[in-house]
């Protein structure tokens, strides 16, 4: 596998020397154009020699609210003198912390809610050549949760009573009876999915889990790997059963070592206690089940890039149809979930469609995990009925709004879904009351923006990420969302004109329909949101080159 050649090759070398790659297409009988095309692509590989210490601090949604911005600036200011092969501080994309904002990433090492000062004390424990600290265990404890259809009893129950009854086709209808919908973002029906694929009548299947998690805000899968991760492995195992698929491909993103850690241990007791492994619990079935370390990018979330880099390949989301059902891993039929989804299955087979429908609110069904983060009290992840509304997640779990201010805006879901005033936080959470008012249920991702927040600036952050994260195989996305990065920072700098207000709209159409996959189409959400709800805010950036929260740049341009 071509990524465990580069990585062997970086590990060596710290990067990856052009005379090694060439020996690499030498020896694998590669061509070399593609194996640079690949290490091109993922943000993991280094083509040349970086410095001793990389500092990377996330700057986005949640990181930005809690001072990102202000620790980058203080550590360039702090490192300015020193050459750049020693320390050099960069910028990086979500890390999965959001809750432990602000998270930045050193040699590769996580740390959450980190200061200044702290920043500088493992910069220079890095330049000293000594061993950086590993983060400290999370202490969430979350106690006995309801989603687990186990509370003290042996595991795996759903699968030892499968492997003996055998009812592929009663999964399935559990499946559709309870109405699970996707929990990966776009909330397509299980049961459904996974019937495709069983009819496929092709001999070699997959089942792939999507455990790539790294849009800003979206931090529920990282806590059911940590707390549930035997509810993962015993969903994909009866999807591969109940599909005819020998193989299952665990996605994970590579930040996430707890979570890998965990995995791996759970896997392994598995296949020890014969729950996976050609011949489950001696019924004759078998299911195999592995990990993949993603080499990283938000754009492998998107399920068909997500296959291409399970193929070894740069990940560009495929042009569909075919989807991955029918044409998936090695143009497979593949049933690919998210990790909730998949968490789920067991909880409906134990428990009973009636008991599943019946956790939900306001005629939603089932339970949900958000995660939670940006101006809030108590950020984390919390598991909730479906269908609870907005309000109680934020003033209750998650303890109300810092520094007793008011709620401005919060984000159901991350950039994608975009932004909803305070006045809407009643909403529902569940999929068909988020879409009724123009947002989404997405992934679960809620990010929360107190009074005095700038929602131009917002917005602007949003988009960058989307900017950042493209793969640029299309032009609309590649051009566009640069294009519209440049329009929102001059507005932030006093430089709007009526003109743009006309582009924005053409702009945002081209992305909508002509994006091949979902990172272009949403690309413009996070501005439509805030020009729908808070368009005189920006109004007052445009034509009057005002910030009225006096946070934008623009007067230290006129001053
Ligand atoms: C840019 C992009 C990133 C995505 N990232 C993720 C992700 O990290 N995890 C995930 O489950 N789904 C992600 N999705 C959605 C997947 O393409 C796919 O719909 C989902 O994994 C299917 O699983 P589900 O039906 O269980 O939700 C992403 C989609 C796009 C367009
Ligand atoms: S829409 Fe953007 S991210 Fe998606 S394939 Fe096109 S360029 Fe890549
Ligand atoms: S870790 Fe910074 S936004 Fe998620």
């Given at each position: 596998?071509?990524?465990?050649?580069?990585?062997?090759?970086?590990?060596?070398?710290?990067?990856?020397?052009?005379?090694?790659?060439?020996?690499?297409?030498?020896?694998?009988?590669?061509?070399?154009?593609?194996?640079?095309?690949?290490?091109?692509?993922?943000?993991?590989?280094?083509?040349?020699?970086?410095?001793?210490?990389?500092?990377?601090?996330?700057?986005?949604?949640?990181?930005?609210?809690?001072?990102?911005?202000?620790?980058?600036?203080?550590?360039?200011?702090?490192?300015?003198?020193?050459?750049?092969?020693?320390?050099?501080?960069?910028?990086?994309?979500?890390?999965?912390?959001?809750?432990?904002?602000?998270?930045?990433?050193?040699?590769?090492?996580?740390?959450?809610?980190?200061?200044?000062?702290?920043?500088?004390?493992?910069?220079?424990?890095?330049?000293?050549?000594?061993?950086?600290?590993?983060?400290?265990?999370?202490?969430?404890?979350?106690?006995?949760?309801?989603?687990?259809?186990?509370?003290?009893?042996?595991?795996?129950?759903?699968?030892?009573?499968?492997?003996?009854?055998?009812?592929?086709?009663?999964?399935?209808?559990?499946?559709?009876?309870?109405?699970?919908?996707?929990?990966?973002?776009?909330?397509?029906?299980?049961?459904?999915?996974?019937?495709?694929?069983?009819?496929?009548?092709?001999?070699?299947?997959?089942?792939?889990?999507?455990?790539?998690?790294?849009?800003?805000?979206?931090?529920?899968?990282?806590?059911?790997?940590?707390h549930l991760p035997h509810l993962l492995v015993e969903g994909m195992t009866i999807a591969g059963l109940v599909t005819g698929a020998q193989k299952g491909i665990l996605y994970l993103r590579h930040e996430y070592g707890l979570q890998e850690h965990i995995l791996e241990h759970e896997i392994r007791h598995c296949y020890k206690e014969g729950l996976l492994g050609e011949n489950i619990l001696g019924s004759g079935l078998g299911f195999e089940l592995e990990l993949f370390i993603?080499?990283?990018?938000?754009?492998?979330?998107?399920?068909?890039?997500?296959?291409?880099?399970?193929?070894?390949?740069?990940?560009?989301?495929?042009?569909?149809?075919?989807?991955?059902?029918?044409?998936?891993?090695?143009?497979?039929?593949?049933?690919?979930?998210?990790?909730?989804?998949?968490?789920?299955?067991?909880?409906?087979?134990?428990?009973?469609?009636?008991?599943?429908?019946?956790?939900?609110?306001?005629?939603?069904?089932?339970?949900?995990?958000?995660?939670?983060?940006?101006?809030?009290?108590?950020?984390?992840?919390?598991?909730?009925?479906?269908?609870?509304?907005?309000?109680?997640?934020?003033?209750?779990?998650?303890?109300?709004?810092?520094?007793?201010?008011?709620?401005?805006?919060?984000?159901?879901?991350?950039?994608?879904?975009?932004?909803?005033?305070?006045?809407?936080?009643?909403?529902?959470?569940?999929?068909?009351?988020?879409?009724?008012?123009?947002?989404?249920?997405?992934?679960?991702?809620?990010?929360?923006?107190?009074?005095?927040?700038?929602?131009?600036?917002?917005?602007?952050?949003?988009?960058?990420?989307?900017?950042?994260?493209?793969?640029?195989?299309?032009?609309?996305?590649?051009?566009?969302?640069?294009?519209?990065?440049?329009?929102?920072?001059?507005?932030?700098?006093?430089?709007?004109?009526?003109?743009?207000?006309?582009?924005?709209?053409?702009?945002?159409?081209?992305?909508?329909?002509?994006?091949?996959?979902?990172?272009?189409?949403?690309?413009?959400?996070?501005?439509?949101?805030?020009?729908?709800?808070?368009?005189?805010?920006?109004?007052?950036?445009?034509?009057?080159?005002?910030?009225?929260?006096?946070?934008?740049?623009?007067?230290?341009?006129?001053?």
């Open positions: 596998m071509i990524f465990d050649d580069l990585r062997a090759i970086q590990s060596q070398y710290g990067y990856l020397p052009a005379e090694q790659l060439q020996e690499l297409s030498r020896v694998s009988g590669t061509p070399l154009y593609r194996i640079h095309g690949v290490a091109d692509f993922f943000p993991h590989f280094h083509l040349s020699r970086p410095p001793k210490v990389r500092m990377n601090v996330c700057t986005d949604m949640s990181c930005h609210l809690l001072g990102a911005g202000d620790l980058k600036g203080s550590l360039e200011q702090r490192f300015r003198g020193m050459s750049d092969k020693d320390v050099k501080v960069g910028d990086v994309s979500c890390l999965g912390q959001c809750d432990g904002a602000p998270a930045v990433s050193i040699n590769d090492h996580i740390y959450r809610s980190v200061t200044t000062a702290q920043a500088e004390a493992l910069v220079l424990t890095a330049l000293g050549g000594s061993e950086l600290p590993e983060m400290p265990p999370s202490d969430e404890k979350p106690g006995q949760l309801a989603s687990d259809p186990y509370p003290g009893v042996e595991r795996y129950g759903a699968l030892r009573g499968l492997v003996v009854t055998r009812d592929w086709d009663g999964v399935i209808a559990k499946l559709k009876a309870s109405g699970l919908s996707g929990l990966g973002g776009a909330g397509f029906p299980t049961g459904m999915k996974w019937e495709i694929v069983r009819k496929e009548r092709e001999p070699i299947k997959y089942v792939v889990c999507n455990a790539d998690e790294s849009e800003p805000g979206t931090i529920k899968d990282r806590f059911i790997m940590q993603s080499p990283g990018g938000y754009i492998c979330g998107e399920e068909s890039a997500l296959i291409e880099a399970i193929e070894g390949k740069r990940a560009e989301p495929r042009n569909k149809p075919p989807f991955p059902v029918v044409q998936g891993v090695f143009h497979k039929p593949t049933a690919l979930n998210n990790v909730e989804t998949f968490a789920n299955v067991p909880q409906i087979l134990v428990n009973g469609v009636d008991w599943y429908k019946s956790r939900g609110l306001g005629g939603a069904a089932g339970l949900k995990f958000v995660g939670i983060s940006g101006d809030v009290r108590n950020p984390g992840v919390f598991e909730i009925p479906m269908g609870l509304p907005m309000s109680e997640v934020i003033y209750n779990l998650a303890g109300g709004i810092v520094g007793g201010k008011k709620l401005k805006a919060f984000a159901p879901s991350g950039p994608s879904s975009g932004y909803l005033p305070a006045s809407q936080v009643e909403v529902r959470l569940d999929f068909k009351s988020l879409a009724a008012i123009g947002s989404m249920l997405g992934s679960g991702a809620i990010v929360v923006c107190a009074e005095g927040r700038c929602m131009l600036d917002m917005a602007l952050n949003a988009v960058k990420f989307f900017r950042n994260e493209s793969c640029g195989k299309c032009v609309p996305c590649r051009m566009g969302s640069q294009k519209m990065v440049d329009i929102l920072t001059g507005w932030t700098h006093g430089k709007g004109t009526a003109a743009d207000m006309v582009l924005i709209d053409d702009l945002t159409e081209a992305l909508k329909l002509t994006s091949i996959c979902g990172l272009g189409q949403f690309a413009h959400s996070p501005l439509s949101s805030v020009l729908l709800h808070f368009r005189d805010e920006i109004e007052a950036h445009v034509y009057s080159h005002r910030c009225p929260e006096g946070v934008c740049p623009m007067r230290e341009v006129y001053a």
